[in-house]
């Protein structure tokens, strides 16, 4: 089956610069990669997704980029902000199951001013 | 409602009980998801349901976990004889689409249960 891996558990930034996070997937029939953010004791949000055809999606200061031949997706968050702390997990998904989506264990962030 | 909502919010419950944990999706949601999330993970799926359908039971744990959706809209997650490990926050997604990648899933805040 699918299995994802994050990295890193744990990111401090400060203020203004660019925080990166990578995962990796098993799987080479993942079509789907959405990015959620959870802040602590919150519901998890979909804050940009990518699918299999395209190479990068961006939207705003947030960019994903898919590499399908190493199987991995990156998140990008660019001029982070305090309020951009929180726990951010990738996931994936491969059609094995409609609802399956496989998540990554998170990474948390924290920006300091 | 505005949004995906949970009840209870928090639930402690004596190992041996039996929990009903309620979903309430967005209105009009045709597909609706389980998630556990044990603490510091990342949440793991439980079972999907289409309308009142339920496509996908492969991730409930065992056979004491079940859920139904009799009407197409509410939801209930109920655990029997609940053990130390079902302690995790439940997690409710519904969306407007069916399949995880045919549109945004909405979660709703959860249901931590703790067993004693």
């Known amino acids: 089956g699918e299995n994802v891996e994050q990295h890193p558990s744990t990111l401090s930034v400060q203020e203004g610069d660019s925080a990166v996070i990578k995962c990796t997937y098993s799987?080479?029939?993942?079509?789907?990669f959405p990015w959620y953010k959870q802040e602590l004791g919150k519901r998890p949000q979909l804050i940009i997704d990518?699918?299999?055809?395209?190479g990068e999606k961006k939207d705003q200061r947030i960019a994903v980029t898919l590499n399908k031949t190493a199987k991995h997706f990156s998140l990008h968050i660019t001029e982070t902000q305090p309020e951009d702390s929180a726990v951010y997990f990738c996931?994936?998904?491969?059609?094995?199951?409609?609802?399956?989506?496989?998540f990554g264990k998170g990474t948390k962030l924290s920006v300091k001013p | 409602g505005a949004g995906v909502s949970q009840s209870p919010r928090y639930k402690v419950a004596k190992r041996g009980q039996d929990v009903a944990l309620r979903c309430d999706p967005i209105?009009?949601?045709?597909?609706l998801f389980w998630y556990q999330q044990a603490l510091g993970q990342g949440p793991e799926f439980l079972t999907y349901?289409?309308?009142?359908?339920?496509?996908?039971k492969s991730g409930l744990p065992s056979d004491r976990f079940f859920a139904e959706r009799p009407e197409g809209s509410v939801s209930t997650l109920k655990i029997q004889r609940t053990q130390q490990e079902d302690s995790a926050v439940y997690l409710c997604?519904?969306?407007?689409?069916?399949?995880?990648?045919?549109?945004?899933?909405?979660f709703g805040e959860g249901s931590r249960l703790t067993v004693l």
């Open positions: 997604a519904s969306s407007l689409s069916t399949g995880v990648n045919t549109g945004e899933l909405f």
């Open positions: 799987d080479s029939a993942s079509n789907y």
């Open positions: 990518i699918r299999s055809n395209v």
């Open positions: 996931a994936s998904f491969y059609g094995g199951s409609q609802g399956n989506l496989i």
């Open positions: 209105s009009g949601h045709v597909s």
């Open positions: 349901f289409q309308n009142e359908a339920q496509l996908d």
